[in-house]
């Protein structure tokens, strides 16, 4: 860990602080259980995400998923890979611009535009493509980051999923 690291805020984070210019990618396919579960979360019952017939009239043509389960790939970057554990989002602007389909592969990137020098505060400008490569979401994220012990972090994973309500 450098000086830098431990003067921004850095100190205690579990990858360190980000360069401009890294970058982070994950990939996934979309499926009909996902849109199922974004549903259970929100209560978003769009017919665009059932009704196949009606969604395949529609300018779209096919079964979409919803735009938090487009967007939420971004989510799983950001927390896991970069900055890494331990990070939030403070803000995002997103443009969806393509719809995606049920079984579409979705391909989202994360890329540093600048690094706070005084706190681990990252902007990031975010894109999700689909397999064709066409851009569904652009935008931007503003990221900070809460130092974590390296021993605490898979306790902590692990307790927030088994604590009951």
């Not at 779209?60 to 487009?70: N, Y």
């Not at 995002?92 to 719809?99: G, L, T």
């Not at 540093?112 to 994220?141: E, F, H, M, Q, Y």
Request: hydrophobic fraction near 40%; include cysteine.
């Amino acid at each position: 860990m450098t000086s830098q690291d431990q003067a921004g805020g850095w100190i205690g984070t579990i990858k360190g602080m980000p360069a401009i210019g890294d970058s982070a990618e994950r990939s996934r396919t979309v499926s009909i259980e996902d849109v199922e579960a974004f549903t259970q979360m929100t209560g978003d019952r769009n017919p665009l995400h059932y009704d196949r017939d009606l969604a395949e009239r529609t300018v779209f043509g096919k079964l979409i998923v919803q735009g938090g389960v487009t967007s939420g790939i971004l989510n799983a970057i950001v927390a896991e890979d970069l900055p890494g554990p331990g990070t939030v989002f403070l803000g995002v602007e997103w443009k969806f611009s393509k719809a995606v389909g049920i079984g579409e592969e979705i391909t989202g990137r994360v890329e540093v535009t600048s690094v706070r020098a005084d706190k681990p505060i990252v902007s990031l400008k975010t894109t999700v493509r689909n397999a064709a490569g066409d851009v569904c979401l652009t935008g931007t994220a503003t990221t900070y980051t809460v130092p974590l012990d390296l021993a605490d972090a898979p306790a902590t994973r692990q307790g927030a999923e088994g604590k009951a309500n």
